[in-house]
């Protein structure tokens, strides 16, 4: 067994330097690296890139780092509920490259499985579009979309063992798995960390192949950002 | 004329017996509401769930169990989760039978945008450009107007494109509406709208053929 486990979230996250590339995790507040984020916030790390479905709420996820103004890039899909992202974003301070969420999932796990580009109908005739090579299959007009490449992932598992294997739970997978393995290094963050041996290998996710360094979170919030429930009659 | 829940209603009865759905935000949400109880359907969300079940109980909502909407939802029994590639795998493949989502604007050649207002609204297009351009099977359920009363059908959008040519049907307030060659083909009339009305909320060329009955809902 190749172990990948490291002590805290101080240590798994060394090696990280001003203008680096990094994937994130979560859709909406489902599921991000809670602990990694605030690693980065103490770090004051600046200049980065963050690829990540979405931008957090103004003051939770990478939220943080934006009122810090960390982040020079984002790369995203969707990032509406954050008042800060908006105006930074309409001031010109921050630079968004908004992707097709299906091509943004896609591109991740092309990193993670050595295709350096792909083709997908997404956005074909659109403003996401432009610029790039086009090609038609089947009689349908496809986009040519590359890989990303990325210094850093950080992911958020249910379930962990000392070998990196992981299991994730609910819709807290979504990108997660897509992005282990995807960047140089791969930092995983779980709420339970077990012994090698003690997760059963039919149920793993994501083998510990494609993470480098595991550790358990600490003090997770798991906040809700639409609660929404129905009367019990 | 119909409120939101009138177009839901609607939408509903597109819903066929052993569908895989996807519903988009807002009026499509609501569509779940109102199927039948006797076929057998099955609702995708694409954050990476299939078989979605309605919203907790107070005191049972998970944070791990959410709806693209980011909403609190439940699963039913049979429900699966996956990550987002595999998410949008059963899109882009085609395993999902129906998507029900809303516009700001449908051009009369199946052109629909809904993802940007430029200078205004830039929220980014979530998972609705990778809907559009895969789905064979696209309803639009919107408002037939804008609120400032002009028509969002039109004949060429004028707002940036979330996809081309792929709009099959509409169901608005007042009329649904089937995307053919020549345009808007007016399919049904909602309760007490008169086809004049139609013809003045509707910009794109409209063609009306026959006698065109109301909605039966």
Same mark, same amino acid.
Request: one cysteine or more.
């Given at each position: 067994m190749i172990r990948k486990t490291v002590k805290d979230s101080r240590e798994a996250l060394q090696g990280v330097e001003d203008g680096m590339t990094f994937m994130l995790g979560g859709f909406g507040? #489902? %599921?991000?690296?809670?602990?990694?984020i605030s690693e980065l916030v103490r770090l004051e790390i600046k200049n980065i890139t #963050?690829?990540?479905?979405?931008?957090?709420?103004?003051?939770?996820g990478l939220g943080l780092l934006l009122q810090k103004h960390q982040i020079k890039k984002m790369i995203s899909s969707y990032?509406?509920?954050?008042?800060?992202?908006?105006?930074?974003?309409?001031? %010109?301070?921050?630079?968004?490259?908004?992707?097709?969420? %299906?091509?943004l999932a896609e591109k991740c796990k092309a990193a993670q499985s050595g295709f350096p580009a792909f083709y997908t109908p997404a956005g074909y005739g659109t403003e996401v579009a432009e610029g790039k090579e086009t090609r038609e299959f089947n009689g349908k007009m496809h986009v040519l979309e590359y890989a990303y490449s990325a210094d850093f992932a950080f992911v958020k598992a249910w379930k962990g063992d000392e070998a990196g294997n992981l299991?994730? $739970? %609910?819709?807290?997978?979504?990108?997660?798995? #897509?992005? #282990?393995?995807?960047? $140089?290094?791969?930092v995983a963050e779980v709420e339970e960390l077990l012994p090698a041996g003690s997760l059963d290998p039919n149920e793993i996710h994501i083998p510990g192949i494609f993470v480098q360094r595991i550790f358990q979170g600490k003090q997770y919030e798991k906040r809700i950002e639409q609660r929404t429930v129905r009367p019990r009659n | 004329m119909l409120d939101k829940i009138g177009i839901a209603r609607r939408i509903a009865k597109e819903v066929k017996d052993g569908y895989y759905v996807n519903l988009g935000i807002g009026i499509p949400t609501l569509v779940a509401n109102f199927v039948r109880d006797d076929i057998s359907v099955e609702f995708q969300s694409e954050n990476g769930v299939l078989g979605m079940g309605p919203f907790p109980f107070e005191? =049972? =909502?998970? !944070?791990? +169990? +959410?709806? !693209?909407?980011?909403?609190? +939802?439940?699963?039913?029994?049979? !429900?699966?989760?996956?990550?987002?590639?595999?998410?949008f795998g059963m899109i882009r493949g085609k395993h999902v039978h129906l998507t029900i989502l809303g516009a700001m604007e449908v051009a009369e050649n199946g052109d629909i945008a809904n993802w940007k207002i430029p200078g205004k609204m830039v929220k980014g297009m979530g998972g609705a450009m990778d809907l559009v351009a895969s789905a064979d099977n696209i309803i639009v359920a919107m408002m037939h107007t804008n609120k400032a009363g002009e028509s969002k059908l039109l004949k060429r959008c004028t707002l940036p494109l979330t996809g081309v040519g792929? @709009?099959?049907? +509409? @169901?608005?307030n007042l009329a649904v509406l089937e995307i053919v060659p020549k345009g808007f083909k007016l399919l049904e009339r909602a309760p007490g709208v008169s086809i004049e009305t139609i013809k003045k909320a509707t910009e794109g060329n409209l063609l009306i053929q026959g006698d065109i009955p109301e909605m039966e809902l």
């Open positions: 507040l #489902c %599921g991000i690296p809670e602990n990694a #963050c690829i990540s479905n979405n931008a957090g709420v103004d003051d939770f990032v509406g509920e954050n008042d800060e992202f908006e105006r930074q974003m309409l001031s %010109g301070e921050l630079e968004v490259e908004l992707t097709p969420q %299906g091509t299991i994730f $739970k %609910g819709t807290a997978r979504n990108f997660n798995p #897509c992005m #282990c393995g995807a960047a $140089k290094i791969t | 005191g =049972e =909502e998970d !944070a791990d +169990i +959410i709806n !693209a909407g980011k909403q609190t +939802i439940t699963t039913m029994p049979g !429900a699966s989760f996956f990550d987002s590639a595999t998410s792929c @709009v099959k049907k +509409i @169901v608005t």
